[in-house]
């Protein structure tokens, strides 16, 4: 019984794999070593779709198909189908050589020398890259399935471009390290004490700064002592060469130069911004400079008040962001110098007293002006 069972499943098996002798006989006739180069398209089905791949020529897809079953073998097909899809070539031993589809950004004979930033969303932030062009950009997106897209350059500022070797970097490009004096900031000197005091303390200290020309050493002293750093130094911003002027970029040229953003990150850097001496908007502390920017347009295209369009907010000192009472003393600045200059006010004694304590604003004055004459 057991032989009688083991012959059946001998045939059986034999039944399964039939010989196909004209397809032996056939590639045993083949010769493809004097078929011209020309790659053609081959197709097969493959699950519920298909697979596409490149052959160096007709002869080249055959081989291939004497070499693999029926199921898998290759039909030709018109060589756009392939070119769409960025099919595989397939040499004489049958191994896969890949064609990625990124390699038809050929960037090292690129002419175009033009920086670009480049910017992707990233859960709610965003991340900014810079790179060498724009050939470059779209290179790394298709290596890498990211969507970085060109915005202006000015958000690349301070960046450099990635190199392949993270251990070697020019000595040109190596940024100053930034030290920061922890004893401001904290009793016992120790600028990790908590990260409330160590984010003001890099934000600080980190913020380009410009001086203010034309101050001698006495107002300067003075100023310092009164209002703070920020009637002596501003911050820097950067002018860049082609400044626009429509609709999208009208309401920053005071103060960025960039377009109005449509959307912010949620990252926590708070600005005071000011919206200017004759502006009857207040000061108001904004999240980070972005929301200050969206304020900025937002007041201007939708004519928020009648000073709307003569307003700007300016990142200032957080000192005025702290009450009605510094922000009127700043509005108020310019009247006060008019009004000394005349000599309706005392330049020093009693109004430099009531100055330097920040009292109310109607206390400075010995009596009320007539401002119309």
Avoid at 4 to 24: G, Q, R
Avoid at 82 to 108: Q, V, Y
Avoid at 196 to 220: I, S, Y
Avoid at 282 to 288: G, H, L, V
Wanted: charged share 25%; glycine share 6%.
């Amino acid at each position: 019984m057991k032989i009688i069972l083991f012959f059946f499943l001998y045939f059986d098996k034999i039944e399964m794999k039939p010989l196909d002798v004209d397809k032996a006989e056939f590639c045993t006739n083949l010769d493809c070593d004097n078929e011209s180069e020309v790659s053609v398209c081959g197709i097969r089905i493959d699950g519920n779709g298909f697979r596409l791949k490149y052959f160096k020529n007709e002869c080249e897809l055959l081989k291939y198909g004497c070499k693999v079953d029926n199921t898998k073998a290759y039909g030709l097909i018109n060589s756009n189908y392939c070119e769409k899809s960025n099919g595989k070539l397939i040499t004489n031993d049958g191994e896969e050589l890949m064609k990625p589809e990124c390699d038809k950004f050929d960037c090292a004979n690129e002419s175009d020398k033009l920086q670009v930033c480049g910017i992707r969303q990233e859960g709610k932030g965003f991340k900014v890259r810079l790179f060498h062009n724009e050939c470059q950009l779209s290179k790394y997106n298709c290596e890498n399935k990211l969507k970085f897209n060109i915005t202006d350059y000015h958000i690349c500022n301070g960046l450099s471009i990635p190199v392949e070797n993270k251990h070697v970097t020019e000595l040109n490009k190596v940024k100053q390290l930034i030290v920061v004096d922890g004893t401001i900031f904290n009793r016992n000197n120790n600028v990790n004490d908590t990260i409330d005091n160590f984010f003001a303390a890099t934000h600080v200290f980190d913020m380009p700064m410009q001086e203010v020309k034309g101050l001698n050493a006495t107002t300067r002293r003075m100023l310092l002592n009164i209002a703070g750093p920020v009637k002596v130094f501003k911050p820097w911003i950067t002018i860049p060469k082609n400044i626009s002027d429509d609709y999208y970029h009208r309401p920053t040229l005071s103060s960025c130069y960039h377009k109005c953003p449509m959307k912010c990150p949620d990252t926590y850097a708070p600005v005071c911004g000011v919206p200017g001496i004759v502006a009857r908007e207040p000061s108001i502390m904004f999240q980070n400079h972005c929301f200050m920017d969206v304020a900025q347009c937002k007041m201007q295209w939708e004519d928020k008040s009648p000073t709307a369009l003569s307003s700007f907010y300016i990142e200032s000192s957080f000192l005025f962001c702290l009450g009605d009472e510094l922000n009127g003393l700043y509005r108020f600045l310019p009247l006060i110098r008019t009004l000394q200059h005349m000599g309706r006010l005392k330049k020093k004694g009693h109004f430099r007293y009531k100055l330097k304590n920040m009292r109310f604003f109607n206390n400075l004055l010995s009596r009320e002006p007539k401002l119309m004459g």
